[in-house]
């Protein structure tokens, strides 16, 4: 079956079978929806396949020429456009045309990935009209782009239209579990919340460093029997990294308010099925409920905060200072 390590996109991935079952492809697809929820993850696949000298039940093989060039990056039939700073730009796609000119070099089939094509303006956007309308033979487009609205229109009407869609949160967890497999339940679902079933989006979190800033602010919690001065050493030391956090710092904020939510939860008994992570059960242990419940409070004074422009410095302090137990200086 093709496709079959990717999880959800149900009606994408039934499109697009169908089609390569048939061998009926369009000539430019254009993938869209939400960033993060598999639209380059399935081009590539299907890339792979379509390269794959012999294919087995519909999978590439792994072991042909075809294969071994593509995985190793240097298949001379796969082009990959990104853009070029904020935006694909008109001299992309003229090199692009260039290239075009040519038959492909190996295989029956070329194949142009191009990402983001959101961040086409209209002139380069109007030099790929002639291309995408009749592109020289042999060759497959496929483009991926944020839809709402987003995309020129004169590019989304010339291509075949393969929707995406966030995901279920408990898929979107289970995709975060698989790429990252030392996070707990409770943490992959947190995040698969936050970023709307967008798995992608959540895994970026993660890139920008906020899930290992939020594992050790977590991780320091068990630490809380520590001396007052150390405590506080190490509460201010992280309130800096929480402040330099940037764009992180709300999602940040909103992982830690779901985990004292689940500290809470772990009170009443709920999770016990699922099991409670050991970090959690020690936040059990060392707050009864009135101070979870103020632990949260801090968070949701720290978010409005920040929504009012309070300085991030001096609101991550405060917060972390409350988390660990110190008083205030
Ligand atoms: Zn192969």
Same mark, same amino acid.
């Given at each position: 079956?093709?496709?079959?390590? !990717? ?25 869209? /929806?939400?960033?993060?929820?598999? @639209? ?17 039940? /519909? ?13 190793? %990056? ?18 992309? *796609?003229?090199?692009? +045309?260039?290239? =075009? ?8 089939? #070329? ?16 030099? =790929?009209? +002639? ?7 042999? $060759?497959?487009?496929?483009?991926? /782009?944020? %839809? &709402? ?8 009407? #010339? ?15 289970? !995709? ?9 339940? &409770? ?6 919340? =936050?970023?709307?079933?967008?798995? %992608?989006? &959540? ?11 939020? #594992?050790? !602010? *977590?991780?320091?919690? %068990?630490?809380?029997?520590? @001396?007052?001065? !150390?405590?506080?050493? #190490? ?25 004292? @939510? $689940? ?9 016990? /099925? ?13 707050? $009864? ?5 103020? +632990?949260? +409070? ?12 309070? $300085?991030?410095? =001096? ?15």
């Amino acid at each position: 079956m093709a496709f079959s390590s !990717i999880l959800g996109q149900a009606k994408a991935l039934t499109l697009l079978s169908r089609a390569l079952a048939s061998g009926r492809l369009a000539h430019a697809y254009l993938f869209s /929806g939400p960033d993060g929820v598999g @639209k380059t993850t399935v081009a590539l696949d299907m890339a792979a396949m379509l390269l794959c000298r012999r294919p087995e039940e /519909g999978r590439p093989c792994g072991r042909c020429p075809g294969c071994l060039k593509y995985r190793s %990056g240097n298949h001379p039939d796969f082009m990959r456009i990104r853009p070029d700073g904020a935006a694909i730009k008109i001299d992309q *796609v003229r090199e692009l +045309k260039k290239a =075009l000119n040519f038959a492909p070099f190996e295989s029956g089939l #070329r194949i142009v990935l191009l990402e983001e094509v959101q961040t086409m303006r209209r002139e380069a956007g109007n030099s =790929l009209l +002639k291309v995408l309308e009749e592109p020289p033979p042999d $060759n497959l487009l496929i483009l991926t /782009g944020t %839809g &709402a609205g987003a995309i020129l229109d004169t590019i989304v009407s #010339r291509c075949q239209v393969i929707p995406f869609a966030p995901l279920p949160l408990d898929l979107a967890a289970e !995709i975060i579990r698989q790429r990252r497999p030392e996070l707990d339940t &409770a943490g992959s679902e947190a995040l698969a919340a =936050l970023a709307d079933g967008c798995p %992608g989006q &959540a895994l970026a979190f993660e890139a920008d460093g906020i899930l290992l800033l939020y #594992r050790r !602010i *977590v991780a320091a919690f %068990g630490t809380l029997q520590d @001396k007052p001065a !150390i405590r506080t050493e #190490r509460a201010l030391a992280l309130a800096v990294e929480l402040a330099e956090a940037k764009e992180g710092l709300e999602p940040l904020l909103a992982l830690l308010r779901i985990f004292f @939510k $689940n500290a809470m939860a772990a009170h009443a008994g709920y999770a016990s /099925g699922r099991g409670v992570p050991p970090e959690v059960e020690q936040a059990r242990e060392r707050w $009864n409920l009135t101070r979870l419940s103020a +632990k949260i +409070k801090t968070i949701d004074f720290a978010e409005q905060a920040l929504a009012r422009n309070c $300085n991030r410095g =001096l609101v991550s302090e405060v917060l972390l200072l409350d988390l660990f137990d110190c008083s205030p200086l």
